[in-house]
């Protein structure tokens, strides 16, 4: 990973920004109680922890031909009773305020769609990036790479010039399909140019100044 060339770190949300296992488990959970359906198993969970909100539906109620209870629950229930329940990684706000004196954009890339916001403003992240996409914003979410080549459109940016930062076989492969560099955090059976299991570890990859000193 050439990191002199690199312009733009890019972040996906769901286990890399924030450890959101426990939030996401008692949401889908309690969309499935709503329907007389057993929680998720390990692997359901694995799954829609990647998924967008539309693919999870599909894949936990594939029974039903008309989906509209299910997203009248979700609205019910409300993503934001559990984002208090996501816990943010140690080291993150340090690692964007290197970022940004590095004079680098600071992005987010996520499978998350109208949630994002109201996360970043709960957990006093508003200010902290430079661009975020989510899935509403593309015609494609991960593993297409429509979100990275959003971000490098709206910086002229190379695809050489972007690290993604990500954690799921959907993050590899968008960073595959764009060209851009991929860092897998917390995966390390994940192909990656990279692997980094803390923010700081992250920081001395890029070779920023705070974490080389």
Same mark, same amino acid.
């Not at 936990?60 to 990684?89: A, H, N, Q, T, W």
């Not at 993050?171 to 560099?181: I, P, S, V």
């Given at each position: #990973?050439?990191?002199?060339?690199? /312009?733009?770190?890019?972040?996906?949300?769901?286990?890399?920004?924030?450890?959101?296992?426990?939030?996401?488990?008692? !949401?889908?959970?309690?969309?499935?109680?709503? !329907?007389?359906?057993?929680?998720?198993?390990?692997?359901?969970?694995?799954?829609?922890? #990647? #998924?967008?909100? /539309?693919?999870?539906?599909?894949?936990?109620?594939?029974?039903?031909?008309?989906?509209?209870?299910?997203? /009248?629950?979700? %609205?019910?229930?409300?993503?934001? &009773?559990?984002?208090? !329940?996501? @816990?943010?990684?140690? +080291? *993150?706000?340090? *690692?964007?305020?290197?970022? /940004?004196?590095? =004079?680098? $954009?600071? +992005?987010?890339?996520?499978?998350?769609?109208?949630?994002?916001?109201?996360?970043?403003?709960?957990? %006093?992240?508003?200010?902290?990036?430079?661009? $975020?996409?989510?899935?509403?914003?593309?015609?494609?979410? %991960?593993?297409?790479?429509?979100?990275?080549?959003?971000?490098?459109?709206?910086?002229? *940016?190379?695809?050489?010039?972007?690290?993604?930062?990500?954690? &799921?076989?959907?993050?590899?492969?968008?960073?595959? =399909?764009?060209?851009?560099? !991929? $860092?897998?955090? %917390?995966?390390? =059976? @994940?192909?990656?140019?990279?692997?980094?299991? &803390? #923010?700081?570890? $992250? =920081?001395? @990859? @890029?070779?920023?100044?705070?974490?080389? &000193?």
């Amino acid at each position: #990973m050439d990191t002199a060339v690199i /312009k733009a770190v890019v972040f996906d949300c769901d286990g890399v920004m924030f450890d959101t296992a426990r939030a996401n488990r008692i !949401f889908y959970n309690d969309v499935l109680v709503g !329907f007389n359906k057993p929680p998720l198993d390990d692997e359901q969970f694995l799954n829609v922890h #990647m #998924m967008t909100v /539309k693919a999870a539906v599909e894949y936990l109620f594939p029974e039903m031909d008309d989906p509209r209870p299910v997203y /009248k629950m979700i %609205k019910s229930i409300g993503y934001e &009773s559990v984002v208090p !329940f996501m @816990l943010m990684e140690p +080291g *993150l706000i340090e *690692l964007l305020n290197a970022i /940004k004196q590095a =004079g680098m $954009v600071r +992005g987010v890339a996520t499978n998350r769609t109208n949630t994002m916001e109201n996360v970043l403003i709960q957990h %006093k992240l508003k200010n902290s990036f430079d661009i $975020v996409v989510t899935a509403s914003d593309v015609a494609h979410p %991960k593993p297409f790479p429509d979100q990275l080549e959003k971000i490098m459109e709206a910086y002229a *940016l190379l695809p050489r010039q972007i690290v993604f930062i990500g954690d &799921s076989i959907y993050d590899k492969k968008a960073a595959e =399909g764009a060209g851009t560099w !991929f $860092v897998a955090f %917390k995966q390390p =059976g @994940l192909e990656a140019h990279a692997h980094a299991v &803390s #923010m700081d570890e $992250v =920081g001395e @990859l @890029l070779k920023l100044s705070k974490y080389n &000193s």
